[in-house]
């Protein structure tokens, strides 16, 4: 079964620095997301992509971070000049299309970790 | 605004016994869905089941079932026979008009033997 996966599976970077998490959602999905969720905490909303757009984004989704498919297969979070808080697990899922019943896959996330 | 809310942070099931865990959502939108997806502590997001609002049964998917009452706002997921290997967290999750997933604060279930 097709699936959604996202590299790398942990990622440990000093404060400040840059850091780019990607995913390879599912070949004939149309619409990307990505989440965060904090150790212990909900599933948060960040952004939603499709057509090359971003097509919905939430309050955490501040000019800090950027969302890109620069291919037809990747779609990557960059995260600039990284916070202590910005530590998490992050999700990316795909969808395939908007019919209401269509759920999201998820990928298996990423841990990052800001030192 | 709370959008979907389960107010059980943490429930206990004997292992071939049934549990419901609740959820409430919060919308005048005519048109939703809403999902449940189970999260083992090794942290992946696997998709259980959808309901949607203009559905006229509730959902069901082998062990998994709904119990959608529409005019409470509530999505209930009912885990029939319980095994070892449900143990995990549980969220519900709705999307309302939008491309936008809501996502409750999660339920740990705990299968005991």
């Known amino acids: 079964e097709p699936e959604v996966t996202q590299t790398p599976s942990h990622q440990v970077t000093q404060m400040g620095q840059e850091v780019i998490l990607r995913c390879v959602p599912i070949s004939n999905h149309l619409y990307f997301y990505w989440y965060r969720q904090i150790l212990g905490q909900k599933v948060e909303f960040l952004v939603s992509f499709y057509n090359n757009e971003i097509s919905e984004k939430s309050e955490i989704f501040d000019d800090q971070f950027s969302v890109e498919r620069p291919d037809g297969s990747n779609f990557t979070l960059k995260i600039r000049s990284t916070k202590l808080e910005d530590s998490a697990m992050y999700f990316c899922a795909s969808r395939e299309g908007l019919w209401q019943n269509q759920p999201q896959h998820f990928g298996d996330g990423t841990r990052l970790s800001i030192l | 605004a709370q959008k979907i809310t389960q107010t059980q942070p943490g429930m206990f099931v004997q292992e071939k016994e049934a549990v419901t865990l609740d959820c409430t959502y919060d919308?005048?939108?005519?048109?939703?869905?809403l999902f449940w997806y189970k999260q083992p502590s090794s942290g992946e997001m696997i998709f259980l089941i959808y309901q949607g609002s203009y559905d006229q049964q509730n959902a069901t998917e082998g062990r998994y079932s709904l119990n959608f009452q529409k005019a409470r706002k509530s999505a209930n997921l009912v885990i029939s026979a319980s095994q070892l290997g449900d143990s995990a967290m549980y969220f519900c999750?709705?999307?309302?008009?939008?491309?936008?997933?809501?996502f409750g604060t999660g339920t740990s279930l705990t299968v005991i033997p």
């Open positions: 999750s709705s999307r309302y008009t939008g491309n936008q997933f809501y």
């Open positions: 919308t005048s939108d005519p048109s939703y869905g």
